[in-house]
């Protein structure tokens, strides 16, 4: 397997890792806080009404988040897999992409600040914008030659 391809392959599975690190965190915070204040789990089985009783949301709110914009970053992974296109550029934002949604996800589920959150949010979306461009660019390109 060349090497692009298989790093480009590490880098959805680290995002797969993230992703279920995040939703551990987030069954490990829900239940702690749901026994140390006798929530009975039927009392909880909406977001609506589970929000209303927990206090630390942010592991959940941020798993949600895994698989919002994500998405597009593993339909673009699959799109370069599946057309052999897998040029270095293309395997340097992944891992870019990567590294933001993980920063992302420490500052959600820790002292979340906003501001903070929202400016790794932008540096993430607006690299995937530019990776999905470049992306079609690219293939177009090959396409005409």
């Known amino acids: 397997m060349p090497h692009n391809t ?11 890792l993230l992703t279920l690190a995040v939703g551990m965190l987030m069954m490990f915070t829900r239940v702690r806080e749901m026994q ?3 929530i009975h789990p039927q009392s909880a089985s909406t977001s609506v009404t589970m929000g209303a009783q927990l206090e ?5 709110d941020n798993f949600r988040n895994l698989f919002e914009v ?4 593993y339909a673009l992974l699959g799109m370069a897999l599946a057309l052999g296109q897998v040029p270095t550029w293309l395997v340097t934002g992944a891992w870019l992409f990567v590294g933001l949604r993980v920063l992302h996800s420490l500052v959600h589920c820790t002292y979340n600040k906003v501001v903070h959150r929202l400016m790794v949010f932008m540096a993430s979306f607006a690299l995937l914008i530019g990776l ?11 396409n005409a030659a």
């Open 36 to 38: 140390r204040k006798r």
């Open 70 to 73: 994500p998405v597009l970053f």
């Open 56 to 60: 630390n949301v942010q592991p959940a």
């Open 132 to 142: 999905w461009v470049t992306f079609v660019v690219s293939v177009a390109a090959r």
């Open 6 to 16: 298989q790093s480009l392959l590490h880098a959805a599975l680290a995002m797969v």
